[in-house]
């Protein structure tokens, strides 16, 4: 899911199950997946629909914020 679209639905009211996790491609990276409803799940993606990864959790803090997520749960 695109950081706009995330803003999007977070004004609209959505309430998104947010997971921070390892990425498992590259475990010094964090990668952000966000759960909804049915089962559906999305990974946090840039304009190329690449998946974003974070060199750490205080990277990645503040750009959660700004998506407008207060609540994470961080896997590890």
Known sequence: MKRADVKRRTAEGVLFDTQIMVNPAN????????KKEAGRSFF?????????TFA?????MPELRTLGIKRVEVQL
């Not at 475990?27 to 966000?34: E, G, H, K, R, S």
């Not at 750490?56 to 990645?60: E, N």
């Open 27 to 34: 475990t010094t990276q964090w990668i952000v997946l966000f």
């Open 56 to 60: 750490s959790l205080d990277a990645l």
């Open 44 to 52: 946090l993606v840039d304009e190329d629909e690449q998946v974003q």
